[in-house]
């Protein structure tokens, strides 16, 4: 099963301020990794799939890159929605799993 | 409108049984693979199981196989999984979800709460 680990569990910022959180994998996913964002009492919501291509309707100042085992997920200035838990994932290898989340909370 | 709707949840007692159902509507349903993802209480996501656009394909996370059966129903637009042998540690809220790239679904439910206590 392939782990995936982000970094850091938790950030505080404030509206405006751009922000990057990481996905690392135990092993190679390709390009397979997607980025979902929850918050709470809500399903997730797909952000980003296969590391860089946005889901239908997500804003142009949400972004994600990396290939292999590294990925970044890039929110160029933070809305107050955006103030959420972000979780990695990857259809590389099943069984699909999910990374451990990072809160994103405003400052 | 896209929308998957889930029911069926409920407090059920350790090695009881409960079957899911998710309701699908607003999209090409039989089109797609679609799957149960859950998560317990305060905790992160684990995709339960997943089955192709006409059911022939099926797999299961280890911790539910032989336990949990994913089937589909096209005909009805409707998603099932029985739950059986059910344990404390399935207790969750269930998602159904589904979309058109396989593994990085677009469309998801609201949920069905599942409890499993004696």
Redesign the interface.
Known sequence: EIVLTQSPATLSLSPGEGVTLSCRASQSVSSYLGWYQQKPGQAPRLLIYDASKRATGIPARISGSGSGTDFTLTIGSLEPEDFALYYCQQRSNWPYTFGQGTKLEIK | EVQLVESGGGLVQPGGSLRLSCAGSGFSFSSYWIQW?RQAPGK????VS?TNNDGSST?Y??SVKGRFTISRDNARNTLYMQMNSLRAEDTAVY?C?S?P??????Y????TQVSVSS
Do not use: I, S
Not at chain 2, 101 to 106: T, Y
Not at chain 2, 108 to 111: L, N
């Open positions: 993802v992160g996501l684990m995709w997943r797999n996370a280890d998602y979800a979309g790239v396989v593994g990085a679904p677009e998801w439910g609201q949920g």
